[in-house]
Structures are given as C-alpha cells and as structure tokens.
C-alpha cells in the first residue's frame, strides 16, 4: 500500500496560536523522551550527518540505506511522537489552515518519503538547528516571527554551488527511502520564508508539521 508523506506550514491567527501552544507546551511537559533520542541527537550534531547514508552492500549492485540513514529517520520520528494530546494541537492547526489564500500555506508531499528528512539529509545538522521548533514540528507566536524568519532565511536562502548540492542530496534521500521523482526541492527551500513573511506582514503566528496519508 502506498503511503504519502507530507510537511505542511501555514499561517494561523494568534490567538489561536497562543491557546495551541500552551496545549502543546503540557503535552510536551507529559512525553518524556526516550534515552535512544539524546543518544541520536548527540551523533547528528556531532558529525553525524557527515557520514556515509547511503551505500552498495556485497552481493547487490544497487545503492541501499546505510545504518546512518537509519539513524537520521530514528531521530526525526522519535523527536516528534505522536502522542494523542500533540496530535490533537496538529488536527486542530490543520483545521485553521484549511482554505486559506496561496501565501498563507505550504505543502511539501513525497510519495513513500518525508519531506523533513529530505531536508534534514540535505542541510546537515548546522543548517537545520537553525529552524525553529523540532525538525519540522513548529508552534510560533506573532511575536516570534521576525527572529525565525531571520532564522529560516539563514539556513534556506541557498545558491550556487550550495543550492546545487542541497538539491542533489535531496534527490538521492528520495531515491533511496521514498519513490517521488517529481519531488520540488526548490519550494521546500523558498516556500517557508513566503509563509513566514506573510504571517509577519499580516500579525499571523505559523505553524509547520507531518502528516502522513
């Protein structure tokens, strides 16, 4: 069966924003983190993503997913269980983003494959710690939006040979762990910053998430 893997960020009113983050910040307060993440976060962040993700195994002539790519998708999903009271902040962003005007939302979408991932794979730890929230789960205030948009320009806006080569790891994450080939890499890396400059301009907060379907 297939499945689609999505990441979404829009804008959502303030208050609202206000209300879902301190449920989201209880929800937080109630799911302890098993040890298995810090142990994960410490080998990204200490060079981690440097590392061989993928890679040909005696006997098979094709590439496959190397224990790193492993560990890269372990500490995606273990950052952001999904635990009823979390999943039921999400559900209710969704609600507010549904039906809203082109820069006010953005969905990223990968058949079998994560977008976040694919991001992460591409950006490398020094990058993505610059985003706000928790590899691609994000809450923001109106108040927070001109800090993380700085933030979001610094670890996005791309070019060149870095352009280049973040869009080359994009292809390959997804050549390996999901079956997209129409993947767009240049929206994953321009469409945050619109959101988020929309929100700005309009006194909205922003919230980003997974979904799959």
Same mark, same amino acid.
């Given at each position: 069966?297939?499945?689609?893997?999505?990441?979404? /960020?829009? $804008?959502?009113?303030?208050?609202?924003? $206000?209300? @879902?983050?301190?449920? @989201?910040? $209880?929800?937080?307060?109630?799911?302890?983190?098993?040890?298995?993440?810090?142990?994960?976060?410490?080998?990204?962040?200490?060079?981690?993503?440097?590392?061989?993700?993928?890679?040909?195994?005696?006997?098979?002539?094709?590439?496959?997913?190397?224990?790193?790519?492993?560990?890269?998708?372990?500490?995606?999903?273990?950052?952001?269980?999904?635990?009823?009271?979390?999943?039921?902040?999400?559900?209710?962003?969704?609600?507010?983003?549904?039906?809203?005007?082109?820069?006010?939302?953005?969905?990223?979408?990968?058949?079998?494959?994560?977008? /976040?991932?694919?991001?992460?794979?591409?950006?490398? $730890?020094?990058? /993505?710690?610059?985003?706000?929230?928790?590899?691609?789960?994000?809450?923001?205030?109106?108040?927070?939006?001109?800090?993380?948009?700085?933030?979001?320009?610094?670890?996005?806006?791309?070019?060149?040979?870095?352009?280049?080569?973040?869009?080359?790891?994009?292809?390959?994450?997804?050549?390996?762990?999901?079956?997209?080939?129409?993947?767009?890499?240049?929206?994953?890396?321009?469409?945050?910053?619109?959101?988020?400059?929309?929100?700005?301009?309009?006194?909205?907060?922003?919230?980003?998430?997974?979904?799959?379907?």
């Amino acid at each position: 069966m297939s499945v689609i893997g999505m990441w979404m /960020i829009g $804008a959502i009113p303030d208050s609202d924003a $206000a209300d @879902l983050l301190a449920r @989201l910040s $209880a929800a937080a307060s109630q799911d302890v983190r098993p040890t298995a993440f810090s142990d994960l976060a410490a080998w990204w962040n200490g060079g981690g993503d440097q590392e061989i993700f993928f890679g040909t195994v005696p006997g098979r002539p094709w590439e496959t997913d190397t224990e790193s790519a492993e560990r890269l998708m372990g500490l995606v999903n273990l950052a952001n269980s999904e635990t009823e009271a979390s999943e039921s902040v999400w559900d209710a962003c969704l609600d507010l983003m549904s039906d809203r005007e082109d820069d006010a939302i953005f969905v990223s979408s990968a058949r079998k494959g994560s977008p /976040i991932m694919t991001l992460c794979y591409a950006l490398g $730890a020094a990058r /993505i710690a610059l985003l706000p929230g928790t590899f691609g789960n994000v809450l923001l205030r109106h108040s927070d939006i001109d800090e993380s948009l700085r933030r979001v320009e610094q670890a996005l806006d791309l070019s060149g040979s870095q352009r280049a080569e973040a869009t080359h790891r994009m292809r390959a994450w997804l050549d390996e762990t999901g079956d997209a080939p129409h993947f767009d890499g240049d929206a994953l890396l321009t469409s945050p910053q619109r959101v988020l400059r929309h929100a700005a301009a309009t006194g909205q907060g922003v919230a980003a998430f997974s979904r799959w379907y």
